[in-house]
């Protein structure tokens, strides 16, 4: 079955420590992003890809990095550096930029 | 920073009634617009886009935009409990080649 999958489920995170959020899709979209959501709130873009080994920051991008070695993996680094980590986290990806989005099931991101 | 405004509801309506969902955009140039469905927990689901003026059906679901008024809203026909939702519209941005999310609507059906 075509589709995004996104592991894990559920993430704890300590206190200074960096946690890799996995995002693989075999729809062979070009594009694929990385949203957060927070309760009662929309989503918001921290970064997105249009093609491998490029990628651009979104709105909320400070704190996080991203990879794009692969087409179909872009797996998402939340940093020490992000003080505030606890969300609902989605990775999508599209045909072509800014096109119909297709997301995975989400990863639950807490702070321990 | 683009603007997708929609009413966080609840939006509650009984079993069988129509449920009007409706946002508001900022960008003009916006040519493309999209309605998700999202239960609690789970991630969006793409139920509609429509990309020109007037209506389109689905089912029922009925998407409608008026460019003019900046305005596209979302029909939910013979509505029911599994209706129960939140609705999220969303707007392609121009500028920046990307799609802004309003806040969404909470829809509640009640049997």
């Known amino acids: 079955d075509g589709g995004i999958t996104q592991s894990p489920k559920y993430l704890f995170r300590k206190e200074g420590q960096n946690v890799t959020l996995s995002c693989e899709q075999n729809?062979?979209?070009?594009?694929m992003y990385w949203y957060r959501q927070d309760p009662g709130q929309g989503l918001r873009l921290i970064y997105y890809?249009?093609?491998?080994?490029?990628?651009q920051k979104g709105d909320i991008a400070e704190g996080y990095s991203v990879s794009r070695e692969k087409k179909e993996s872009f797996p998402l680094t939340v940093t020490s550096a992000q003080k505030n980590p606890t969300a609902f986290y989605l990775c999508?990806?599209?045909?072509?930029?800014?096109?119909?989005?297709?997301f995975g099931s989400g990863t639950q991101l807490s702070v321990l | 920073q683009k603007e997708v405004e929609q009413n966080s509801g609840p939006l509650s309506v009984p079993e069988g009634a129509i449920a009007s969902l409706n946002c508001t955009y900022s960008?003009?140039?916006?040519?493309?617009f999209f309605w998700y469905r999202q239960y609690s927990g789970k991630s969006p689901e793409l139920i509609m886009s429509?990309?020109?003026?007037g209506d389109k059906e689905d089912g029922r679901f009925t998407a409608q935009l008026n460019k003019a008024s900046q305005y596209v809203s979302l029909l939910i026909r013979d509505s029911q409990p599994s209706d129960s939702a939140t609705y999220l519209c969303?707007?392609?941005?121009?500028?920046?080649?990307?799609?802004?999310f309003g806040t969404g609507t909470r829809l509640l059906v009640s049997p």
């Open positions: 890809s249009q093609i491998v080994n490029d990628f």
């Open positions: 729809l062979n979209h070009d594009a």
């Open positions: 960008d003009r140039g916006s040519q493309s």
């Open positions: 999508a990806s599209s045909p072509g930029l800014a096109e119909k989005l297709f």
């Open positions: 969303a707007v392609k941005d121009t500028g920046f080649q990307k799609l802004v």
């Open positions: 429509i990309y020109s003026n």
